[in-house]
């Protein structure tokens, strides 16, 4: 019967997504959901599968994930998903916790180590993985207080993005972007300072807050959020995914901004 159901809700997903733009693909028809993954003494290193912890993925969770997959599906990324389908991380997999890793030169190898940080999911460049972890499932709901979306679902997107950056060896996020987002004239010493507020909230578990309140001091700047100008990887992503979900993006983001975000879903439609 379970499996009745999710056959037609995966059907009725993709009926809605064709009936929104004609031919249209989604993020869901271009990753597939892995339940399993090597590590090695060499490469990536047994530290990687202990710290992350894999497991297979169940039902419920693929149809959850499967269908913000599913709404990513806008006619601008199409480029994009083509470029990630083509030459970027595809799987998916499941694991409870995200990882660090440094180079431990006595062992010449890269090693792994839990991280506290309860991001939802991540993409790893180290070891070409995306994993969407257990706060993804317990992390408080929310909607984005601008774009009336579900948070999860932009962020879903952003690490979409860090996939199609590394995919295209950052030929989008460098030196075009930096200008383009006016990197170079922003006051970081005081973002940064604003930065400690939101992250105050984080520390009391204010979690909403502190999203509405980097969302409110981003915009100030011209940017969807503070995080955003912490590196122009992290900028690149941010400014892309609330560039598609906030339909307010177009009233904070700068003439440049909107010209290169123009650009990008233009050159990569190509
Ligand atoms: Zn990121």
């Known amino acids: 019967m379970m499996k009745l159901i999710l056959g037609m809700m995966a059907m009725l997903t993709s009926l809605s997504a064709w009936a929104?733009?004609?031919?249209?693909?989604?993020?869901l028809d271009i990753m597939t959901f892995a339940d399993e993954f090597q590590c090695q003494d060499k490469f990536p290193h047994h530290s990687f599968c202990e710290s992350v912890q894999f497991k297979p993925w169940t039902s419920g969770e693929k149809a959850i994930v499967g269908g913000y997959l599913a709404r990513i599906n806008d006619p601008r990324l199409q480029g994009i998903l083509k470029a990630i389908k083509e030459n970027g991380i595809?799987?998916?997999?499941?694991?409870?916790?995200a990882a660090r890793w440094y180079n431990n030169p006595q062992m010449r190898r890269v090693e792994f180590v839990r991280s506290a940080e309860k991001a939802f999911l991540w993409v790893n460049p180290v070891t070409n993985v995306i994993g969407v972890t257990d706060s993804f499932f317990t992390g408080t709901p929310f909607?984005?207080?601008?774009?009336?979306v579900d948070r999860k679902q932009i962020n879903i997107l952003h690490e979409?993005?860090?996939d199609f950056d590394i995919a295209t060896n950052h030929a989008f996020s460098m030196e075009e972007f930096e200008q383009a987002a006016g990197l170079a004239n922003l006051d970081l010493a005081k973002s940064q300072r604003e930065f400690q507020q939101v992250m105050a909230l984080m520390k009391e578990k204010r979690t909403a807050e502190a999203y509405a309140l980097d969302r409110e001091l981003g915009i100030k700047y011209g940017f969807p959020t503070l995080y955003s100008m912490s590196n122009?990887?992290?900028g690149f992503a941010e400014?892309?995914?609330?560039g598609i979900f906030d339909p307010h993006?177009?009233?904070?983001?700068?003439?440049?901004?909107k010209a290169y975000l123009g650009k990008l879903f233009d050159v990569t439609e190509k």
Not at 20 to 26: D, F, K
Not at 90 to 97: D, E, L, N, P
Not at 249 to 257: Q, R
Request: hydrophobic share 35%; no cysteine; proline share 7%.
């Open 90 to 97: 595809t799987k998916i997999h499941r694991v409870s916790h």
């Open 20 to 27: 929104g733009s004609p031919g249209a693909i989604s993020a």
């Open 232 to 234: 122009q990887f992290e």
């Open 143 to 148: 909607m984005d207080p601008y774009a009336k």
């Open 239 to 242: 400014v892309v995914a609330y």
């Open 160 to 162: 979409l993005m860090h």
């Open 249 to 257: 993006a177009d009233e904070y983001y700068s003439p440049e901004l």
